[in-house]
């Protein structure tokens, strides 16, 4: 997908890990949270064998050859997938472009015939909280939260 003349979003793999993981790791720590490849962020350490290869999905969004964003999805069920890795660097917000990520995973969300999406994320990051619900996604109590997370939410879509 093109976003604009050098911002375009693309499939991530594990040649992306180092990069990915740099970029959340900055985003995280502006935050005061924190990253373990062992625990909550072992998908990290293999996108390609725990996203492609289980039904979900990976993308990255380029700035020319610089990382900037990432978004993901991650199969629950036949009908549920989890949005997740939603980052973008603090220099490219107040674009559109967290809002072109998640028009981008919606999309695909839909593509792979998902019916509902649902996300966990933290309450201190209030810049995505605000963008989830602006795309629609409503908080739930009936699922738990888990790592750095605290706040569950879920959209229904259309297929």
């Given at each position: 997908m093109t976003?604009?003349?050098?911002?375009?979003?693309?499939?991530?793999?594990?040649?992306?890990?180092?990069?990915?993981?740099?970029?959340?790791?900055?985003?995280?720590?502006?935050?005061?949270?924190?990253?373990?490849?062992?625990?909550?962020?072992?998908?990290?350490?293999?996108?390609?064998?725990?996203?492609?290869?289980?039904?979900?999905?990976?993308?990255v969004l380029m700035d020319g050859e610089e990382l900037i964003g990432t978004v993901a999805l991650h199969y629950v069920s036949k009908t549920v997938c989890e949005l997740g890795r939603m980052y973008l660097a603090s220099d490219y917000r107040g674009r559109g472009l967290g809002r072109k990520l998640l028009h981008h995973a919606l999309q695909q969300a839909e593509a792979r015939g998902f019916s509902e999406v649902v996300l966990k994320t933290a309450s201190v990051l209030k810049e995505a909280l605000s963008l989830y619900r602006r795309a629609g996604f409503v908080q739930v109590a009936d699922q738990e939260p888990g790592g750095n997370c605290d706040v569950v939410m879920s959209r229904k879509i259309s297929c």
């Amino acid at each position: 997908m093109t976003v604009g003349e050098t911002l375009y979003i693309r499939r991530a793999d594990n040649n992306d890990r180092q990069r990915i993981w740099d970029l959340i790791f900055t985003i995280l720590s502006s935050y005061g949270l924190n990253m373990d490849a062992e625990t909550i962020d072992h998908d990290l350490t293999d996108i390609e064998a725990n996203y492609w290869r289980q039904k979900g999905a990976f993308y990255v969004l380029m700035d020319g050859e610089e990382l900037i964003g990432t978004v993901a999805l991650h199969y629950v069920s036949k009908t549920v997938c989890e949005l997740g890795r939603m980052y973008l660097a603090s220099d490219y917000r107040g674009r559109g472009l967290g809002r072109k990520l998640l028009h981008h995973a919606l999309q695909q969300a839909e593509a792979r015939g998902f019916s509902e999406v649902v996300l966990k994320t933290a309450s201190v990051l209030k810049e995505a909280l605000s963008l989830y619900r602006r795309a629609g996604f409503v908080q739930v109590a009936d699922q738990e939260p888990g790592g750095n997370c605290d706040v569950v939410m879920s959209r229904k879509i259309s297929c």
